[in-house]
DNA sequence: CCAACTGTGTTATTCGAGTAGTACAGTTCT
DNA sequence: AGAACTGTACTACTCGAATAACACAGTTGG
């Protein structure tokens, strides 16, 4: 079962998004396993303090992208074979990495400067 | 004169804040000086190609931080001092460098993984 | 002075995200 | 069979972001 303790929405991007992201990142990191099961809609909305709808929305949006399935009545369960998570690896790590490169050097940081607070951020985590 | 030429609105982040985390990523660059004219809001919705009371949304909040005077008539400057500007780095620097290495770490990636992904990526730009 | 700018404020409208409640159909298990 | 789950669909509503079109007051330069 797919665990959501790690999750609170926050920030302003839409929440459905912030699901579907946790869930690829869980994905990538093998937190969650391929097969692994998904809390029902309702179970989930109530888990999270969220709409239902918005749930499910998540849900819509990873099954068409191939990464859930869902069968009206019956569970739903991730779907994600090797080559579909490497893919989806390369897709987030990249970019997040790409993009907080951007920032940073955007602001006249150095790149030894931005490894010397990457490293120190990722100790105190 | 403040220029706008790297700024193009995208994602789902509201634009006015876009437009104010890019002046205030500006000013922690140096790009950016203290004293330097803003457009008119007109002149800058224009050029933006968004609505003046969205420009004037960013500007009401950078003056609201203190980093923008407006005088009602007159033109807007931004104003900065070193103190508030090294805040701003701090501020923008330090949480932009721990939201990445906490999205990078959720993923499973490692330290050494990670440093040499923003090292690519900051030859790449 | 006066025309052309500047910032500011107001009202109305559109649009998407999220909330809320309900209904329906398929499955699973006893 | 029947109860209890499951996913799915639908409508109505609130809220904030963004757009649009103004009106008003202060500043500036010819």
Redesign the interface.
Same mark, same amino acid.
């Given at each position: 079962m797919v665990s959501f303790e790690g999750f609170r929405p926050e920030g %302003?991007?839409?929440i459905y998004?912030q699901i579907v992201g946790f869930v690829k990142?869980g994905i990538? %990191?093998? $937190?969650i396993p391929d097969g692994d099961e998904l809390p029902s809609r309702r179970m989930l909305s109530a888990l999270l303090g969220v709409n239902p709808n918005t749930v499910q929305k998540a849900c819509r949006m990873l099954e068409d992208e191939g990464i859930l399935v869902s069968h009206a009545g019956a569970k739903s369960y991730v779907a994600c074979t090797p080559a579909k998570r490497e893919a989806l690896?390369g897709e987030?790590?990249?970019s997040?990495? *790409? *993009?907080? *490169?951007?920032?940073?050097? $955007?602001?006249?940081?150095t790149?030894e400067e *931005?490894?010397k607070?990457? %490293?120190?951020?990722?100790e105190?985590?």
């Open positions: %302003s991007e839409p998004l990142r990538v %990191s093998g $937190e690896r987030l790590v990249v997040g990495a *790409a *993009a907080a *490169a951007l920032k940073l050097k $955007e602001m006249g940081v790149l *931005a490894i607070l990457i %490293s120190k951020a990722w105190e985590d």
